[in-house]
């Protein structure tokens, strides 16, 4: 290791152990500080000297000493803060992770260094936060994240090596890409989920129009339900809550988008949908901006939206995806009889979009990538789903408020008809100019 060398990793340890220390100091309760801003630098420049002496094989295993010497040590600083009537495993816990932060730094591992700082210190800073969300979580939630801990973790892994899977002499895995769904499934989830968090801890304060768009990426039929359910309340919410639902419908078009995009990597389904998807947005947008009243009072309502982490959402949207995906994988593939001449069946999965939009999506997209449908095929179907999906939302509108169904109609009409109008144009524009073909 050369001067230059040392001294870099020497800076990045001891500016790490700083970031952390100042935290300590700056967040201690109005509590003595046993150790902060010039105890932690000097544990992290511990760590690299460590890291230094056995890579320089001056003392074999000096790392694991190291790890052993501030083991004691944070130990012995729980036992300070036991003494001193001061309760917590923050500190101890810290002092041997800024350790480890700098070995990391002294083995080289720079980035992997600083990401274990920012972590660190962000868990740290965010102590409060963090309580009030573990008092909030309800048991229904954390078992919804157990559950999505086993799809992830030990459900997805399987899939990876998963063998072909013959019904009826079709391999059902040529059909179903069984690790992508999977892996989908994770994707929406943990949008749908940060989105969700949002929405909690923000809806009622940001408004009824912020809880739309994160309520569109969770489940946008959902949000339409809940917000048009307000307006039944709270009649004075109207405006409000028309802008919540058109965002809503934008949160899904712009989710859709990325799952297309996700799904077939050559994005060329996604460029079927893209300017149908834009302009539906941009418009939702608009009206939702001229709709919601400049008054701000009484907007204290949050969506009633369930966490989506949990077996039965991944399994219902797992199902859907299969089920579309092997629907039109036979009318696809089916060359003679009765559903060789009902080709068109195809676009009728896009009534799906009516149930979820995301599903749709996704399985034409796979189907697309891997050749069993054409990419304008694919994109036709997801669009047609976006666009009903975007109708449905005024059939739900209706069933909770007429009045505000005959605010909004006309609204939701003009994106259904320029998104319509779009599709068609890109759907001319790629058979006629381009060559693309069903």
């Not at 500080?33 to 000297?49: E, S």
Request: charged letters at 10%.
């Amino acid at each position: 290791m050369d001067t230059l060398d040392f001294l870099l990793k020497l800076g990045i340890s001891m500016a790490i152990g700083g970031l952390i220390g100042l935290e300590r100091e700056q967040h201690s309760d109005h509590e003595l500080v046993i150790a902060g801003v010039r105890t932690y630098p000097l544990i992290a420049l511990a760590g690299f000297l460590f890291a230094f002496l056995e890579m320089d094989g001056h003392i074999p295993a000096a790392v694991p000493l190291g790890l052993g010497i501030f083991g004691a040590v944070s130990i012995a600083y729980l036992f300070i803060r036991h003494s001193m009537k001061l309760t917590g495993f923050t500190s101890p816990v810290a002092i041997l992770v800024t350790f480890i932060i700098g070995v990391l730094t002294g083995y080289g591992h720079y980035v992997e260094a600083v990401a274990v700082g920012v972590a660190v210190t962000f868990v740290l800073l965010a102590k409060g936060r963090l309580h009030d969300f573990a008092s909030a979580v309800t048991q229904a939630e954390m078992m919804g994240a157990l559950q999505f801990m086993l799809i992830a973790f030990i459900l997805y892994p399987l899939t990876l090596n998963m063998g072909p899977v013959v019904v009826g002499g079709v391999d059902i895995t040529k059909v179903v890409n069984f690790s992508s769904v999977m892996l989908t499934i994770i994707l929406v989830s943990i949008i749908s989920f940060i989105s969700f968090l949002a929405i909690r801890y923000f809806g009622s304060t940001k408004g009824l129009a912020f809880s739309g768009i994160l309520g569109g990426l969770v489940n946008s039929e959902a949000a339409a339900a809940s917000l048009s359910n307000v307006v039944v309340k709270n009649p004075n919410l109207e405006r409000q809550a028309l802008a919540g639902i058109l965002l809503a419908n934008t949160g899904m078009l712009a989710r859709n988008l990325v799952i297309t995009g996700f799904s077939d990597t050559t994005f060329k389904v996604a460029m079927v949908l893209l300017l149908p998807a834009a302009l539906m947005g941009g418009l939702s947008v608009a009206f939702s901006y001229m709709t919601e009243s400049a008054e701000k009072k009484e907007r204290k309502h949050s969506l009633k939206i369930e966490s989506p982490f949990g077996m039965r959402p991944a399994v219902i949207l797992g199902l859907l995806i299969a089920f579309i995906s092997l629907v039109v994988y036979t009318l696809a593939n089916q060359a003679n009889g009765l559903a060789g001449d009902l080709w068109w069946g195809i676009y009728l999965t896009a009534l799906l979009g009516f149930v979820s939009s995301a599903a749709v999506s996704f399985s034409v997209g796979t189907l697309a990538f891997t050749g069993q449908i054409s990419p304008l095929v694919a994109g036709e179907v997801a669009t047609i789903a976006c666009l009903l999906s975007t109708v449905n939302k005024l059939l739900i509108i209706r069933s909770n408020s007429r009045e505000l169904a005959s605010r909004s109609w006309k609204i939701i009409a003009i994106i259904v008809v320029v998104g319509t109008a779009a599709f068609i144009a890109v759907d001319l524009y790629l058979r006629i100019y381009l060559g693309w073909t069903a």
